[in-house]
Nanobody
């Protein structure tokens, strides 16, 4: 089970940190990711993290590269999304997801466990 939190209302240029607590399994070797869905739009990939065998590798959508940072704390079984320099276009419901596979994919269909979503609203 995935439990996302940390969303809220923030002004343009502000920051938020989303958390995703995973229960029932250790996350250290799983592929984890954040997706988002704005009203009237399809769910889109935001950031992902995957264990390579000796370190984590991170992946980002071009639209958030340099502003967002994904990380995980294996001791807390939690994945984070630090969001800085937020823009109104970042407004969406953010979902965390887990993939039991071995190769990182950007497609939401490849992720088989999802959290409930947390709303992020950025005002101009």
């Amino acid at each position: 089970q995935l439990q996302a939190s940390g969303g809220g209302l923030v002004q343009q240029g502000g920051s938020l940190r989303l958390s995703c607590v995973v229960s029932g399994r250790a996350i250290n070797t799983y592929i984890m990711a954040w997706f988002r869905q704005a009203p009237g739009k399809e769910r889109e990939f935001v950031a992902g993290i995957a264990w390579t065998g000796y370190t984590d590798r991170t992946y980002y959508a071009d639209s958030v590269k340099g502003r967002f940072t994904i990380s995980r704390d294996n001791a807390k079984n939690t994945v984070y999304l630090q969001m800085d320099s937020l823009k109104p276009v970042d407004t969406a419901v953010y979902y965390c997801a887990l993939d039991h596979g071995y190769l990182f994919q950007y497609n939401a269909d490849d992720f088989d466990v999802w959290g409930q979503g947390t709303q992020v609203t950025v005002s101009s």
